[in-house]
C-alpha cells in the first residue's frame, strides 16, 4: 500500500504565496509520477501540476507561470510552490501518486489539504 501525507494548506490573501508539501510512505518499489489535483466546492477535481520521476512537468492552464512543482525522489516527496494566488485558486488540494508496490501499479490519493485565498 501507499500513504499520501499533505501538509502547508491554509489561508492567504491575494497576491500571496503557499507551499504545499505530501511525502509517500508505505511500501513503495519506486513511483512513477507524482502531482497535485483540486476541487473547489461545487466543482470537479483538476489538475493543477504533476511531475514525473524524471523531472518532466505538467501544469493546467490556470496556473501555469505562478505554480511551481517539484520533487524529490530519494524522500518520495512532491512539493507545490504556488505564487501570485487569486480568489479563484480557493480549493481542496489532493496530492496524488502513481506508484509501484508489491507487484502492483496503484494510484494513490491524499487526504487533502485546504487553500484559501482572501481577496
Known amino acids: 500500500q501507499v500513504q499520501l501525507v499533505e501538509s502547508g494548506g491554509g489561508l492567504v490573501q491575494a497576491g500571496g504565496s503557499l507551499r504545499l508539501s505530501c511525502a509517500a510512505s508505505g511500501s513503495i518499489f519506486s513511483v512513477n509520477y507524482m502531482g497535485w489535483y483540486r476541487q473547489a466546492l461545487g466543482n470537479k477535481r483538476d489538475l493543477v501540476a504533476t511531475?514525473?520521476?524524471?523531472?518532466?512537468?505538467n501544469y493546467g492552464d490556470s496556473v501555469k507561470g505562478r505554480f511551481t512543482i517539484s520533487r524529490d525522489n530519494a524522500k518520495n516527496t512532491v512539493h507545490l510552490e504556488m505564487n501570485s494566488l487569486k480568489s479563484e485558486d480557493t480549493a481542496v488540494y489532493y496530492c496524488n501518486a502513481d506508484a509501484n508496490s508489491g507487484g502492483l501499479r496503484l494510484r494513490a490519493w491524499g487526504q487533502g489539504t485546504q487553500v484559501t485565498v482572501s481577496s
Open positions: 511531475i514525473t520521476s524524471g523531472g518532466s512537468t
